[in-house]
C-alpha cells in the first residue's frame, strides 16, 4: 500500500468495468487504480498490460485485483493473484464451476489474504429493506421473474452463449442472489426445465422449483426473448400480505404499498461492492457466498432440456 491507499489493478477491461468499476473505484478513497491486463482494452492514464502475468511481474507494489472477464476464463487468474498474496474480488458469477471457486475459497484462507465473491444486485436499495419488512412476518411462497432482452443487454457477448456463460442464469443468478439473501433457510431445486436454442450451448429461457426444509415454495422463470420491458421481480406471499420486489431491487412494495427508499446513484451496488472489498481487507476477511451458483448448478443437474429452433442474436 502507498499513502495507505490499496493499490488495485483490473483484469478484463470490457462493458462492466466501464459502466460501474471505474466510477466507482474513482469514488472510493481507499483504491487507487495502478494497472490493467486487458487484450484488446486500456484505461486512460493507467499502466496496462495485454495479460495478468507480465502485469504481475511488472507492477510488484499491486495489493488487490479484481477480476472482471466472463467467469470461464477467471479461474487461472485469481489462483495466480492469491499465490502472489493479492486480495482478489470476483465479478459475478463467481466462476464456472462451484468445485474451482471452493478451491480457491482454500488458496485465500492459506495466503491470508481476502477473497470476495461480489453479488451486486444484493445492494439494490429495496433488499436490506426487503430483509426488515420479512423480518416478522412468515413465508408462504416466493414467485421469482428474471425476463429481458438478450439482444438489447448482451449484443455481441459470445462467451455467454458458450458452456460456462451460464445464458440466461448470467442475469438470472442476480435473482437468486436476492432471493438467497432474503429466504430465512437455504433453498434447494426440485425441479427445473432449460430451454437451449439448438445453435447454442447455454439456455435461453428456464423455469426452476425450489423448496426449503421448512416448505418454502419458489416458483422461478428466467427468458431472454422479452420484448418491452424488462421484468426483474421477486414476490413474497406471507400471511401478513405481499412484499414485491421490482427493477431488479431498485424499489419496494409492501401490501401493495411503495416503500420509499434511499436515492441510489447510478452506480451505487458498485459502490457498495468496493466500499465492501475496503472492509473485508481490513478486516483480514472473505466473503464468498456460493448459493446463487450452486441453485444453477443443481439446475443443470436436474433439469429438463428442451431443444429449440436456432436463436440468431
Ligand atoms: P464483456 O465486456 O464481454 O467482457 C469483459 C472483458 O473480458 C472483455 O472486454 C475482454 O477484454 C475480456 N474477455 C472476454 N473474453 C475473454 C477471454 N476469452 N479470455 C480473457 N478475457 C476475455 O463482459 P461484461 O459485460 O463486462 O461482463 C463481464 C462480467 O461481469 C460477467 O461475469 C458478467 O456477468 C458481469 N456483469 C456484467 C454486467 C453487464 O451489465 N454487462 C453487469 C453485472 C455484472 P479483452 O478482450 O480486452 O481481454
Known sequence: MNNNKINLAIVGVGKIVRDQHLPSIEKNTNFQLIATASRNASVEGVASYKDIESMLDAVPELDAIALCMPPQYRYDAAKLALERGLHVLLEKPPGATVSEVEQLVELADKQSVSLYATWHSRHGAAVEKAKAALSNRTIQSVTLAWKEDVRKWHPGQDWIWQAGGLGVFDPGINGLSILTRLLPEPAFVTQATLSFPENKA????????????????????????????????????????????????????????????????????????????????????????????????????????????????
Open 202 to 313: 447455454a439456455p435461453i429461457a428456464a423455469d426452476i422449483s425450489l423448496t426449503t426444509a421448512n416448505g418454502i415454495t419458489v416458483e422461478s422463470q428466467y427468458d431472454w426473448r422479452q420484448e418491452g420491458d424488462e421484468v426483474w421481480d421477486i414476490s413474497f406471499v406471507t400471511e401478513k400480505g405481499d412484499v414485491e420486489i421490482t427493477h431488479g431491487g431498485g424499489a419496494l412494495r409492501v401490501d401493495g404499498v411503495a416503500v420509499e427508499l434511499p436515492k441510489h446513484s447510478e452506480h451505487g451496488e458498485y459502490e457498495a461492492i468496493y466500499a465492501r472489498f475496503a472492509e473485508i481487507i481490513s478486516q483480514g476477511q472473505s466473503d464468498v457466498d456460493l448459493q446463487p451458483l450452486k441453485l444453477v448448478a443443481d439446475a443443470f443437474l436436474l433439469g429438463d432440456r428442451k431443444v429449440l429452433e436456432p436463436f440468431l442474436d
